[in-house]
């Protein structure tokens, strides 16, 4: 049979357009996975292509979890959020219901609330019991989500009592000596700088606090100026040795930590340099002082900022007896029969008379029904 230059161009172009189709079904029948996956091996990527999720609503599931980003670039500002109707899809590392909600920033002009103050409780797990469940039962009870407990030991039926994260073991030593109290004072002041809140209030286990005098108390300051509000233990201010020269002697002033007092915001971010990371601690042992005094020392010493007196801060130091009104009071504390003459509760069923105190605040709370 002879072939014709004419059918070996017609063979050529057929069998050219038979590999043509052969190549476009096979490449039909690659998956999306294994296209990304090439993708993906063509830049060295160790985790999924990030890719933006705008398509339709009513995607599947599964489709959704081809596409969603990696856990170690998603980013809750992503339109990935919104796109996803059920929060509690999870891909190998996401778990989008762990993310935060966004909050509104507020603005430095607009009038501090309960919400702004970070309240801060010194603590020791010897006190879980007596002193901490008086606190939980009364005021912590009006203030839960802005209360923080620092305590030295775990102690779940305590953790459980509290929100989540808002009682810290800060792991330093169980005891009431100089080292054990400056290292719990630094992680306090360490976590209220990460807070972000206005203010920082510390007070003890052995303080009844008012937080509806030390909300209108805060309200007369301003959060982004420097602010040590307190009261002292003396009448005069505290002499030690100077650090860096020798045979001459330094004074402060500083707010008795007993009676409970507040630092601004703007103030504790001055303090980061020389507070901050658990340089508090070295200060404390350098001058070999507890740590309210340490503050003070850090405050009105080397940041040269005065200490604003407010002498409706009450420590165990002062005559309790006196304080017959505690609506008109901040904080209030005891010692032994040094307690407030507040009528409530009879002595036996009521020794520190906080519970009498708070019935006197909130007459309407469950425990007071029967006075």
Not at 25 to 47: I, R, V
Not at 106 to 124: G, H, M, Q, R, V
Not at 308 to 327: A, G, M, N
Not at 335 to 352: I, M, R, Y
Request: hydrophobic share 35%.
């Amino acid at each position: 049979m002879r072939i014709t230059f004419k059918k070996v161009i017609k063979t050529s172009i057929l069998l050219i357009a038979v590999c043509v189709f052969s190549v476009l079904f096979c490449w039909d029948k690659t998956t999306p996975a294994e296209s990304l996956q090439t993708l993906q091996d063509g830049h060295g990527a160790d985790g999924p292509l990030v890719e933006s999720l705008r398509g339709d609503l009513e995607e599947s599931e599964e489709e959704i979890r081809r596409n969603q980003r990696s856990a170690k670039s998603f980013s809750p500002d992503a339109d990935l959020i919104n796109a996803i109707g059920n929060p509690q899809i999870q891909d190998d590392k996401i778990n989008f219901k762990d993310f935060p909600k966004k909050s509104k920033k507020k603005s430095d002009n607009e009038a501090t609330e309960l919400d702004d103050i970070f309240i801060s409780i010194k603590t020791t797990s010897s006190f879980h019991e007596s002193r901490m469940q008086l606190l939980l039962d009364t005021w912590i009870s009006k203030c839960r989500k802005q209360t923080y407990i620092f305590t030295d030991a775990s102690d779940f039926s305590l953790i459980e009592k509290m929100p989540d994260g808002h009682v810290i073991n800060t792991n330093c030593p169980e005891s009431h000596y100089r080292k054990s109290l400056c290292c719990k004072m630094s992680k306090e002041l360490d976590f209220f700088i990460d807070s972000n809140k206005r203010w920082f209030c510390h007070v003890d286990d052995d303080n009844y606090l008012n937080t509806d005098q030390l909300l209108q108390l805060l309200q007369k300051y301003n959060h982004t100026e420097n602010w040590y509000l307190g009261k002292p233990s003396l009448s005069h201010p505290l002499e030690i040795q100077s650090r860096s020269r020798e045979g001459q002697k330094v004074a402060f002033w500083f707010a008795t930590g007993g009676a409970g007092f507040c630092i601004s915001k703007a103030l504790g971010i001055a303090m980061v340099p020389e507070a901050g990371g658990g340089k508090l601690i070295k200060v404390g042992d350098s001058i070999r002082l507890p740590d309210d005094c340490t503050i003070g020392y850090i405050i009105n010493h080397i940041l040269k900022v005065d200490l604003t007196r407010v002498d409706l801060f009450h420590s165990h130091l002062e005559s309790q007896f006196r304080i017959q009104d505690p609506k008109k009071h901040i904080t209030l504390s005891y010692n032994e029969q040094n307690v407030a003459s507040v009528p409530g509760f009879s002595l036996k069923d009521d020794p520190t008379r906080f519970k009498s105190v708070h019935c006197k605040l909130y007459p309407s709370e469950e425990m007071c029904a029967g006075l």
